[in-house]
């Protein structure tokens, strides 16, 4: 079993910035790949960034490309999410998720073990 506990959200102004961390605990070896979501009011829940075990191999989807670092510290099983240039449409939950595949993937069901979320909210 793999714990996720994610920290950072808050309240922001639109244009601020956020650093999400997500502290993995447990079987952390058997991570091979860690990812972020968010799930908006009424929306499903949607990829937002992922990150091999390495740290090497980053993708994002297209919404936050340029404003968004996904990056991680093995040293320390901790993976962040450094947000800038926010705007309100980044309002969500985010949740922190851990996969044991190697393929790059941004399907919810990829991954085994999930955060509890932390709120993000981005004032106009």
């Known amino acids: 079993q793999v714990q996720l506990v994610e920290s950072g959200g808050g309240l922001v102004q639109a244009g601020g910035s956020l650093r999400l961390s997500c502290a993995a605990s447990?079987?952390?070896?058997?991570?091979?790949?860690m990812g972020w979501f968010r799930q908006a009011p009424g929306k499903e829940r949607e990829f937002v960034a992922t990150?091999?075990?390495?740290?090497?191999?980053?993708s994002y989807t297209d919404s936050v490309k340029g404003r968004f670092t996904i990056s991680r510290d093995n040293t320390k099983n901790t993976m962040f999410l450094q947000m800038n240039s926010l705007k309100p449409e980044d309002t969500a939950v985010y949740y922190c998720?851990?996969?044991?595949?190697?393929?790059?993937?941004?399907?919810?069901?990829?991954?085994?073990?999930w955060g509890q979320g932390t709120q993000v909210t981005v004032s106009s």
């Open positions: 998720a851990a996969s044991r595949t190697l393929k790059t993937t941004t399907t919810p069901g990829d991954f085994e073990s």
């Open positions: 990150i091999s075990w390495s740290g090497v191999l980053t």
């Open positions: 447990g079987r952390a070896l058997n991570i091979r790949r």
